[in-house]
């Protein structure tokens, strides 16, 4: 099964707003997405990285970008985020010492040159993209020999939710669809990454409610944001029917919620085409602009 086949048609647009209005609870709820960056940036120490160039894609709040200043101070570091009231969020926590560029883009079309980043790091944007578009951005912009590291989420995630909609009769799927590691894998090497290395981990949400679980996914921004979601209230009888249906997994009074965690890096080839064309603008051009901007 092809990437192009398996990945949902997303609204985009609706996404976005979905992760704007999240930016002021996604801290207080985003315990998998920390747990997992931790793990994230863990890996790097395995690598002997010396970047000058580092992009958070997908920064959110900033926590990772914050910590690779941290890890590679001489670096240039740049949180990258669609949502405008997530780089806000992150602009109130950083510190002065050790700043963090902020730059609001869509990252399926950055604004950077071509061979202009040494490592870029992603923790749980590719669900709410394309990931061959993401994953092309990803290998213009990275140098020869510039390293990803990434995590996405699988199609075991939130299984137990997938199941007690599907059985409590909704008309169409409630859960947006994840994509599986081994099309992710493919779509790297169609990007033209190296040595593409994947490999998954299962974590584990215990809740007390449905509604605590549906709560949480709010919070931080993560509904389903497919085109053909359904667009209307749902109905309490539906609610209800899914919420007896999800009872089925309840172990010693706690409702699980599965996450398959997609962890993902690669390298650039050391060598880059020739004759290619870019018109984008250079990280140091960028960082002039931000400067202009922040004295209009």
């Known amino acids: 099964m092809s990437l192009e086949s398996s990945a949902p048609l997303l609204d985009k647009r609706w996404a976005r707003r979905s ?28 690598t002997d990285l010396k970047p000058r160039v580092v992009i958070d894609l997908g920064a959110g709040t900033g926590h990772a970008a914050r910590a690779l200043k941290r890890r590679y ?22 510190a002065w010492f050790r700043p963090v560029r902020r730059v609001c883009a869509d990252a399926e079309r950055l604004p950077l040159a071509e061979g202009s980043v040494d490592l870029l790091l992603s923790n749980f944007m590719l669900p709410w993209t ?26 075991d995630t939130l299984k137990e939710l997938r199941t007690a909609w599907r059985e409590s009769g909704a008309a169409q799927p409630r859960v947006l669809q994840f994509i599986d590691m081994h099309d992710i894998g493919d779509a790297l090497i169609r990007s033209g990454f190296a040595a593409p290395v994947l490999d998954v981990e299962r974590y584990t949400l215990e809740y007390t409610d449905v509604r605590h679980l549906a709560a949480d996914l709010r919070a931080v921004g993560a509904r389903n944001a497919a085109a053909a979601r359904p667009k209307g209230l749902t109905s309490p009888g539906t609610f209800a029917a899914m919420q007896a249906a999800y009872e089925q997994f309840r172990r010693e009074d706690r409702l699980p919620a599965t996450y398959e965690v997609v962890f993902g890096q690669a390298w650039a080839p050391t060598q880059r085409a020739s004759g290619t064309r870019s018109t984008e603008i ?9 400067q202009a901007r922040r004295g209009a």
């Not at 101070?73 to 950083?94: K, N, T």
């Not at 578009?133 to 213009?140: D, G, P, T, W």
């Open 19 to 46: 992760f704007d209005r999240a930016s002021g609870t996604y801290d207080a709820a985003a315990v998998l997405q920390s747990e997992v960056r931790c793990s994230l940036l863990r890996r790097l120490e395995l």
């Open 73 to 94: 101070p001489a670096a240039e570091v740049i949180a990258i985020d669609w949502s405008l009231g997530m780089l806000r969020a992150a602009g109130r926590h950083q």
């Open 130 to 155: 394309d990931p061959d578009s993401v994953f092309a951005e990803c290998r213009r912009i990275l140098a020869p020999r510039g390293f990803l590291s990434f995590t996405t989420l699988g199609p």
């Open 282 to 290: 250079s990280v140091a051009e960028l960082k002039r602009q931000l």
